[in-house]
């Protein structure tokens, strides 16, 4: 979502600076398919090739981000208009990855959505939307699944997949 990467960056530095990347390829404004995901001693040749042809077999799809909501945990996110092509992908990553449930199983539900904030004496949903207002809704097509490293200092895409074949 390039038209809200700043504003995620930022909120990112806020939170802690640590967590954001130089690298030009990392996206920090982003829609998480499949997280956590294995350490970097189980992505090996075989792994990395299932993740390929899983992104190889997904047709590129437009996306639209237009509703801002809130989880019960505080979390201030972007929901998509429709979740069916993220919940399908993630589907696929974790029948094929079952030691990888999403979000480490602590939610029933899986939600795809783009983080933008979170709730405290400063933020509200409301000020949150007022905020990214002009950049909403936010249309992209996903074209790519990348395999993002989080690491305080050293985020970074390990790999990159373009989606179709």
Do not use: K
């Not at 390039?2 to 802690?16: G, I, M, N, S």
């Not at 090739?49 to 437009?62: L, Q, R």
């Not at 208009?81 to 999403?102: D, V």
């Amino acid at each position: 979502m390039p038209q809200l990467e700043p504003f995620v960056l930022a909120r990112t530095r806020h939170y802690d600076a640590d967590y954001a990347s130089a690298d030009p390829c990392f996206t920090h404004a982003h829609v998480t398919a499949l997280g956590p995901f294995l350490d970097l001693d189980a992505l090996t040749h075989a792994a990395l090739s299932e993740v390929g042809a899983i992104a190889a077999t997904t047709e590129p799809f437009d996306f639209t981000l237009a509703t801002v909501d809130t989880f019960p945990n505080g979390i201030v996110h972007l929901l998509p208009e429709s979740p069916a092509p993220f919940a399908a992908l993630t589907e696929r990553l974790w029948h094929a990855f079952p030691q990888c449930p999403p979000y480490a199983g602590a939610f029933a539900d899986v939600v795809p959505h783009l983080t933008l904030d979170a709730l405290s004496d400063e933020v509200t949903e409301e000020s949150t939307r007022t905020l990214v207002d002009s950049f909403v809704p936010a249309r992209c097509r996903a074209e790519r699944l990348d395999l993002a490293w989080y690491e305080p200092g050293r985020c970074r895409v390990l790999h990159s997949w373009r989606l179709g074949s």
